[in-house]
């Protein structure tokens, strides 16, 4: 059964699945890391494939940018093709002084300025988008067990990219921060423009999420990786997903 989005058939993606918003990136981590691959998606080129990570079946899921595209191929991944553990692995932009370029963040929560949350539940609660204990805690040890420095902690999941919260929307309490400020002062660590639809949908479904990110670009300290980079490098992240998804 095929949707509109992706072409494969019943059977086509495994229960345990890889997120990357770039097409090409999804394409890099088949080629690198599965065995035995087999693509079965490439509707609008947003690619998708399955193969075996230690003779485990998993599948890579392109997804496009940002909470609409997200959701689309969550869903679907969900509630049509039986996906029980889905880990995003992307980039995100670094906030807070403490984290670096190129360091490897796992969102234990995501806020949001999305209206996702409010739309789901009428405005009744402000409901807490938080990752899979069970897969937080085995990427943690994963990545201990690989000798990758990580940071544990929340991100802001943005609608919009272009938006400067520092600049654009100036003084937001009484000590006259900005909202960017105000919310690295409360822990945020990076941006990002998934993770909340992740967890969200993850949560009403009842099936594991995390989302896994390389901070590709520091917003306060204004540094960047290229565009290769984002799409070819990043390995980190990557093993520690393929670690964590796979096991029992």
Known sequence: MSTPHNSA???DIAERVLLPGDPVRAKVIAKNFLDDVKQYNEIRNIYGFTGKYKNVPVSIQATGMGIPSFSIYVHELIHVYGA???IRIGTCGGMHQDLNL???LIAQGAS????IVEKTFGGAINFSLIADFELLSKAVDNAKKLNVPVKVGNV???DRFYNDYGAENGAYS????TLNEKMIQHGILAVEMES???YLLAAAANVQALAIFTVSDHVVKKEYTTAEERETDFNDMVKIALETVIQK
């Open 156 to 158: 802001i999941c943005t």
């Open 112 to 115: 949001t300025d999305s209206s």
């Open 196 to 198: 909340a639809a992740l």
């Open 9 to 11: 058939e019943i059977g």
């Open 84 to 86: 029980k553990k889905l």
């Open 174 to 177: 009484s000590g006259g921060l």
């Open 102 to 104: 190129r360091e490897v």
